[in-house]
């Protein structure tokens, strides 16, 4: 989840270095540091407890020169914020290293290496790392043999970048489990933990996979296996450019983000929708088999993408008519479970790179498994690259770290998922008008963006709230959740959401004049069954706050607040519902100050445990 930027090249590092980091804080904020090779063949370090910007500041009073170095913002796992535990971790000032991800085994090797004496200065799991790299070295006296024996020890996810000062004219590389990538410039080369942060460089790009270790130079570079055997790995142009990670006219990236989800959704289904059909082959050349032979569906999942499988469990369940079992991935790497044949391993990841659902991918053994499908918004990714078939969602660099539009492109890509299943389940699908619904979409969420200052206007209810309670039945009750989730990514006040039909079996308790309730009132068959809910809130005096789509049965007045969207139905009201919360989410933290953009304790991409 830290950000990795590393450089070697015939000019100044830093300002390289340093521009990388300000693109790749969104992986980490809780410190920053860096190391350069000066041109007396000397490593100088710097780093500071705080967020990047705190590092350029000491960085224009106390300059690293030099035109070899590495940096990173840290997302604190093993020890607390502090300089102390931020990175680069050194060995005998001669060894300088950065590290994203999890070592496992440190204990173990750290209790090995304070047995030969070895010194720690910080609490980190990395450090370990760089004192086990300095030994190696002083064994083989070859920095690249050192990092390929060092690996063989490390039990965990890494991401690995080295300078030594014996060695000046090159970087070592290594990941496992945590992206990495080589930049390709002229007369100079780079390394970073994702692409982003490389784009005012280049744009041309090696993906290092799994056990590969790199020596990287300024004109050429050295892929090796875990066995150190030299391997190829494709060089490929990332068609991304610096407008596309530009705040441009507003105040935040998550607010443009939330407004770019009409022309995210309109990449998401370009080139895919036919007149009356979706084809198969948008999900991958072995679509056609795979899905004649699903008979079920297992959905994995983190966060707000685990939300969206939620939602597509409701749509696939009502509209294919197969079952479908949505999990938490951390806790479906864990446990034996039951896979009955046929059964189709669909993953969901922003990224392509979060942990516990690469992890709970590579685990799956059963062979009832007949394929597995990631959605996905990163084609680079390690879950694209290790799943038989691919939906790319499209949506573009998501940078906030409360995620928006990446939520709604997977909602669309699930759609597109059951109109292809279900045309071999349900000789009515054309019926439920999935591909007409799909072409409206943008204009309808563009209709619902022109809600933003009534939204703005609503969110100073929850100025002075430390709590709130989220409501919604059927395919709203998981919008509800995920609306729960925004707002206490953001603005830090406790929500919960809840099924509306369970109020009475424990969460009413919690109603009072004091506690927000903010419910979802789609116009469907269970409308009637939530107004009932309604008004037991309403009885305890709850401060009801209800979106409801035109047709709905209620309006406002002293004991309720409507906020009344057209009516959209069952197949677009999820994402109508998503975009009203966002904005609430977001205008209520700027209300309160609260960072939006880079809340505290998280990181956008989870490739840790």
Request: glycine residues 6%.
């Amino acid at each position: 989840m830290c950000g990795i930027t590393a450089g070697i090249a015939q000019r100044e590092i830093s300002p390289i270095l340093l521009e990388g980091l300000k693109r790749l804080e969104y992986r980490g904020y809780d410190s920053a540091g860096m190391a350069v090779l000066n041109d007396a063949g000397k490593l100088e370090r710097l780093r500071i407890c705080g967020k990047v910007n705190q590092l350029l500041q000491a960085h224009d009073k106390e300059p690293l020169l030099g035109k070899v170095g590495i940096a990173h913002t840290r997302w604190a796992t093993h020890g607390k914020p502090s300089e102390t535990n931020a990175h680069p971790h050194m060995f005998q000032n001669k060894i300088a290293l950065v590290h994203n991800g999890i070592i496992e085994n440190y204990l173990r090797l750290r209790q090995d290496l304070e047995k030969r004496n070895v010194q720690f200065f910080s609490e980190t799991d990395s450090e370990v790392i760089v004192q086990w790299v300095g030994a190696e070295l002083e064994k083989s006296n070859d920095i690249l043999q050192a990092m390929l024996s060092t690996v063989k020890e490390l039990q965990g996810a890494y991401a690995l970048v080295v300078v030594s000062q014996d060695t000046p004219d090159r970087i070592i590389a290594a990941r496992h489990g945590a992206p990495l990538v080589i930049g390709l410039g002229n007369g100079e080369n780079y390394i970073a933990s994702d692409s982003l942060a490389l784009l005012p460089f280049t744009q041309d790009f090696i993906i290092l996979e799994d056990g590969d270790v790199a020596e990287v130079f300024r004109d050429h570079y050295a892929i090796y296996d875990r066995l150190g055997n030299k391997v190829e790995r494709k060089a490929r142009k990332i068609a991304l450019t610096l407008q596309n990670t530009d705040r441009g006219k507003y105040r935040h990236f998550m607010q443009k983000e939330i407004f770019e989800q009409p022309e995210a959704i309109r990449s998401a289904l370009s080139g895919r929708l036919n007149e009356n059909d979706i084809p198969d082959e948008i999900f991958g050349a072995k679509a056609k088999t795979i899905f004649d032979n699903t008979r079920e569906i297992q959905i994995v999942a983190c966060g707000t993408s685990f939300h969206a499988g939620l939602v597509a469990k409701y749509w696939i369940e009502e509209m294919v008519g197969i079952p479908c079992q949505v999990e938490v991935a951390s806790e479906m790497r864990y446990r034996r479970s039951v896979v009955n044949k046929g059964t189709l391993f669909v993953t969901l990841s922003q990224s392509g790179e979060t942990a516990d659902t690469l992890a709970a991918t590579r685990g799956i053994k059963s062979e009832n498994y007949c394929g597995k499908l990631v959605i996905c918004n990163v084609p680079e990714s390690s879950l694209v690259r290790e799943s038989d078939l691919v939906l790319l969602t499209h949506a573009g660099p998501e940078i906030g770290v409360a995620s928006t539009k990446a939520f709604t492109t997977q909602l669309v890509a699930l759609l597109m998922l059951v109109q292809c299943l279900g045309r071999r389940f349900n000789n009515k699908i054309n019926d439920h008008q999935i591909v007409q619904t799909l072409r409206a979409l943008p204009q309808m969420v563009e209709q619902i963006l022109q809600l933003d200052e009534a939204i703005a206007k609503l969110a100073h209810r929850f100025d002075k709230k430390e709590h709130a309670l989220f409501l919604g039945r059927g395919l709203e009750y998981p919008i509800a959740r995920e609306g729960a989730l925004k707002l206490k990514e953001i603005s830090y006040i406790h929500a919960e959401a809840y099924p509306a039909g369970e109020l009475k079996h424990g969460p009413l308790a919690l109603v009072d004049k004091n506690m927000p309730v903010v419910a979802l009132a789609a116009n469907d068959h269970v409308i009637e069954k939530l107004i009932s809910n309604l008004q037991e809130v309403r009885a305890r005096q709850g401060e009801l706050i209800v979106f409801a789509e035109r047709g709905v049965d209620l309006h406002s007045n002293k004991e309720i607040t409507v906020i009344e969207i057209p009516f959209v139905g069952s197949l677009l009201a999820p994402v109508a519902f998503t975009i009203l919360l966002q904005l609430l989410a977001y205008h209520v933290a700027v209300l309160k100050g609260t960072d939006v953009d880079q809340p505290r304790n998280l990181a956008k991409s989870v490739t840790v445990e």
